[in-house]
T-cell receptor, first 112, second 114 residues
Framework: QKEVEQDPGPLSVPEGAIVSLNCTYSNSAFQYFMWYRQYSRKGPELLMYTYSSGNKEDGRFTAQVDKSSKYISLFIRDSQPSDSATYLCAMSPMDSSYKLIFGSGTRLLVRP | GAVVSQHPSWVICKSGTSVKIECRSLDFQATTMFWYRQFPKQSLMLMATSNEGSKATYEQGVEKDKFLINHASLTLSTLTVTSAHPEDSSFYIC??????????FGSGTQLSVL
């Protein structure tokens, strides 16, 4: 079993839809959670990071962590075609970005 | 935000040759840099952690004699793939950690070994 599981997709939605991206994990020591966006043949770009359980909102993006269920989510409101990319969840057992464990990524396609 | 520059963005080489990839932090000092490899439709796999002025720490299964890492300054780390073979063809990405411990990624290098 992988430490971090993420549905590879692809997930196809119409423009303006609310997108929900999810990851599950098995290591209860994870306490630092991040979401990255990666365009094809580019390096990942940090979108959101959260500590422990709870919600964090930044513009159209909301990151949610449920430690009791070992489940994290990224919601994208009013999705745009430019949001089409692969979204990677990542987490660390320390309160740091050191040595992140990545999910396999979910490919998102937002149709105009 | 902080910028990490990675060069080259793509390289094609013959089997048996060596290839060097550079990773630079442009506007901050990075005491620690990381090197990842990513195969198509797969996630990033950490290869090694590079600390300025000391030897790199390699992840299990990564050959340190094949993937030479040098972190000679606070803004530059290099990865040299020695005696490259077709199975080394992959997307290589570096990242650098700033003093606030945020991680920033380079744009990646696509290596194709013929």
């Amino acid at each position: 079993q992988k430490e971090v599981e993420q549905d590879p997709g692809p997930l196809s939605v119409p423009e303006g839809a609310i997108v929900s991206l999810n990851c599950t994990y098995s290591n209860s020591a994870f306490q630092y959670f991040m979401w990255y966006r990666q365009y094809s043949r580019k390096g990942p770009e940090l979108l959101m990071y959260t500590y422990s359980s709870g919600n964090k909102e930044d513009g159209r993006f909301t990151a949610q962590v449920d430690k009791s269920s070992k489940y994290i989510s990224l919601f994208i409101r009013d999705s745009q075609p430019s949001d089409s990319a692969t979204y990677l969840c990542a987490m660390s057992p320390m309160d740091s970005s050191y040595k992140l464990i990545f999910g396999s990524g979910t490919r998102l396609l937002v149709r105009p | 935000g902080a910028v990490v520059s990675q060069h080259p963005s793509w390289v094609i080489c013959k089997s048996g040759t060596s290839v060097k990839i550079e990773c630079r932090s442009l506007d901050f000092q990075a005491t620690t840099m990381f090197w990842y490899r990513q195969f198509p439709k797969q996630s990033l796999m950490l290869m090694a952690t590079s600390n300025e002025g000391s030897k790199a720490t390699y992840e299990q299964g990564v050959e340190k004699d094949k993937f030479l890492i040098n972190h000679a300054s606070l803004t530059l780390s290099t990865l040299t793939v020695t005696s490259a073979h077709p199975e080394d063809s992959s997307f290589y990405i570096c990242s650098a950690r700033d003093r606030a411990e945020k991680l920033f990624f380079g744009s990646g290098t696509q290596l194709s070994v013929l």
